[in-house]
């Protein structure tokens, strides 16, 4: 099993950043895929970014050039570095693992972005 603890969500205004953090429980060298989800008020959850295969990352078209996904590996953590913030990306942020055929999911951070 994964255990994922995200935080750093919050309150920001439009055109703002915020970093996210998300803990595993085990080492991601043992996970396939490693990555970030949201979902907004009234819709599918969507994919944000994510690690697969490796150092293989892929971004949602509506936020490449903005967000940036990291990890540390010694750390066990994955980052989503989330610059010029919009009010479209308002939503809880879920972080995702994929091991063995098994999806985990974390409990989610809210994102909030004033205009």
């Known amino acids: 099993q994964v255990q994922l603890v995200e935080s750093g969500g919050g309150l920001v205004q439009a055109g703002g950043s915020l970093r996210l953090s998300c803990a595993a429980s085990?080492?991601?060298?043992?996970?396939?895929?490693m990555g970030w989800y949201r979902q907004a008020p009234g819709k599918q959850r969507e994919l944000v970014a994510t690690f697969t295969s490796g150092s293989t990352t892929n971004y949602a078209d509506s936020v490449k050039g903005r967000f940036t996904i990291s990890r540390d590996n010694a750390k066990n953590t994955v980052y989503l570095q989330m610059n010029s913030l919009k009010p479209e990306d308002t939503a809880v942020y879920y972080c995702n693992a994929e091991r063995s055929g098994m999806d985990y999911w974390g409990k989610g951070t809210l994102v909030t972005v004033s205009s």
């Open positions: 085990r080492s991601i060298f043992t996970i396939n895929a």
